[in-house]
């Protein structure tokens, strides 16, 4: 069955940098696009950023974007997200997603746990 | 961006209530929209794509209908699993949008 497991959360000081990573099973991961998707404390979802099955492009939101990298190791199933300079407004569980299709039309068909970030001085 | 507007916020209803969330978006968007239910320290779940194609798994109870700007998920007779936040999402365009929620309680 397809599994996405985030790791990597914790409480971090704003201005400093935090790696997230998620491993994926179940499925042939370099198949697929990967997004990371964020939920602030109460709040609503908000897309962060996505990277393609190959690896080759990546997207971000332009709240993230210039601060945030997401990357992808296809030989180790895994999607990383790199957050640097963080400002307290990041504080959210964030959850790595898989891009499903149908019929072409794209769909957000697996999710993660989540992993929360805090960033707190 | 594309935004989405669900209506309404939030919702009280009762167990066998039919209910009806509307989602909107600020531009036309065909049929590219998901819809999600997200439970109390949980992720979110996809119940239905492409606007009215319910996933495997998912009750016959829910329901998806719309095109182009609006759109609307139904749940016909409410059951107590049902009571949960219900989000929309457009994936016309890049970046993908969701709706801001709406919250489905108990009366």
Avoid at chain 1, 79 to 93: K, P
Avoid at chain 2, 37 to 46: E, H, I, S, Y
Avoid at chain 2, 52 to 72: E, K
Wanted: net charge positive.
């Amino acid at each position: 069955q397809v599994q996405l497991v985030e790791s990597g959360g914790g409480v971090v000081q704003p201005g400093r940098s935090l790696r997230l990573s998620c491993a994926a099973s179940g499925f042939t991961f370099s198949r697929y696009d990967m997004h990371w998707v964020r939920q602030a404390p109460g709040k609503g979802l908000e897309w962060v950023a996505v990277i393609w099955f190959d690896g080759i492009n990546n997207y971000y939101a332009d709240s993230v974007k210039g601060r945030f990298s997401i990357s992808r190791d296809n030989s180790n199933n895994t999607v990383s997200l790199q957050m640097n300079r963080l400002r307290a407004e990041d504080t959210a569980i964030y959850y790595c997603v898989r891009e499903g299709r149908i019929s072409g039309y794209p769909l957000f068909d697996y999710w993660g746990q989540g992993t929360l970030l805090t960033v707190s001085s | 961006d594309i935004q989405m507007t669900q209506s309404p916020s939030s919702l009280s209803a009762s167990v066998g209530d039919r209910v009806t969330i509307t989602c909107r978006s600020s531009q036309f968007i065909s049929r590219f929209l998901n819809w999600y239910q997200q439970k109390p320290g949980k992720a979110p779940n996809l119940l239905i794509s492409v606007a009215s194609s319910l996933q495997s798994g998912v009750p016959s109870r829910f329901s998806g209908s719309g095109s182009g700007t609006d759109f609307t998920l139904s749940i016909s007779s409410l059951q107590p699993e049902d009571f949960a936040t219900y989000y929309c999402q457009q994936s016309y365009t890049s970046p993908p949008t969701f709706g801001q929620g709406t919250k489905l309680e108990i009366k």
